[in-house]
């Protein structure tokens, strides 16, 4: 699993350097994108999501504000805190995203047997909420 995950990581490095984007800061972006909560995201449940350290998360936020991906503003009742929230420049940026891997990947998952696809997904998914529900 070790060995498939960094093989996985490393290409989808490949796939998202002309976006400018690291895997990390694309799992971040991917977040704020596809789990908005009304009031925005903190820091610090941003870092708890992604399993990211908070100080790595504020350097990719200053580098999502300067892209106009984001909006950050200060917390209502935490002065010390801030809020994120991704505005529809970052769904369009994920769109193309997806758009411009979307025919590698298709060539990736090709080379599985197309009878266990299904299969495979959904263990995939059993794993993915096993590992969220039983964090270390």
Same mark, same amino acid.
């Given at each position: 699993?070790?060995?498939?995950?960094?093989?996985?990581?490393?290409?989808? %490095?490949?796939?998202?350097?002309?976006?400018?984007?690291?895997?990390?800061?694309?799992?971040?972006?991917?977040?704020? &994108?596809?789990?908005?909560?009304? %009031?925005?995201? @903190?820091?610090?449940?941003? @870092?708890?999501?992604?399993?990211?350290?908070?100080?790595?998360?504020?350097?990719?936020?200053?580098?999502?504000?300067?892209?106009?991906?984001?909006?950050?503003?200060?917390?209502?009742?935490?002065?010390?805190?801030?809020?994120?929230?991704?505005?529809? *420049?970052?769904?369009?940026?994920?769109? &193309?995203?997806?758009?411009?891997? %979307?025919?590698?990947?298709? &060539?990736?998952?090709? @080379?599985?047997? %197309?009878?266990?696809? *299904?299969?495979?997904?959904?263990?995939?998914?059993?794993?993915?909420?096993?590992?969220?529900?039983?964090?270390?």
């Amino acid at each position: 699993l070790s060995i498939v995950s960094k093989l996985f990581n490393t290409r989808m %490095g490949v796939l998202l350097a002309p976006h400018d984007l690291t895997p990390s800061q694309f799992s971040i972006l991917h977040h704020l &994108t596809r789990q908005r909560l009304e %009031g925005g995201h @903190s820091i610090s449940q941003i @870092s708890a999501a992604v399993e990211v350290e908070q100080p790595a998360v504020t350097k990719t936020m200053a580098k999502f504000q300067n892209m106009g991906l984001i909006d950050i503003e200060a917390h209502p009742s935490d002065k010390r805190s801030k809020l994120v929230r991704a505005r529809p *420049e970052a769904d369009k940026l994920i769109g &193309t995203i997806y758009k411009d891997m %979307g025919p590698d990947l298709f &060539t990736v998952f090709q @080379s599985l047997d %197309g009878s266990y696809i *299904e299969t495979f997904a959904s263990q995939l998914k059993t794993l993915g909420q096993w590992l969220d529900k039983n964090r270390l």
